[in-house]
């Protein structure tokens, strides 16, 4: 969509799915625009290297990216973009942000499991 895929990607084991990670906020930028037009729900995790709860969550997250193979998993590190976390107005870590077509439809503060499945299981369709 736009920015090299190969820089993008992290692919996770024993699975094809593909959790996403951006380093730079004019390629997420250029991603998230791109993406407006699909109908796929994206699930994007706002975490950070010395966050505990985030370190707990990312094997849920890869997880849910293996189970959830119609969502789009991305990961951005607060501290890496400051700009992009300031614009979804996170405040805590983990905040995972759920988009659809460009717009937000639901939000999770903190390690919340089974809010966040259940989250996804309503908004994946």
């Known amino acids: 969509m736009g920015a090299n895929i190969l820089d993008l990607v992290e692919r996770l084991p024993k699975s094809s799915q593909i959790l996403l990670t951006f380093h730079s906020a004019a390629k997420w930028k250029a991603y998230f625009d ?3 037009q699909a109908n796929e729900l994206m699930v994007v995790d706002f975490t ?3 966050c505990v709860p985030c370190k707990y969550m990312e094997s849920v997250i890869r997880e849910f990216a293996a189970k959830y193979t119609d969502v789009e998993f991305i990961k951005l590190d607060v501290d890496e973009l400051m700009e992009v976390a300031q614009a979804f107005q996170v405040q805590a870590m983990p905040t995972f942000i759920l988009i659809k077509k460009g717009k937000v439809v639901e ?3 903190g390690p919340k ?3 966040l ?3 996804i ?4 369709n």
């Open 48 to 50: 950070a290297t010395w």
């Open 34 to 36: 791109a993406s407006k």
């Open 113 to 115: 499991r089974a809010e």
């Open 117 to 119: 499945q259940k989250l």
């Open 107 to 109: 939000k999770v503060m």
């Open 121 to 124: 299981e309503k908004h994946r």
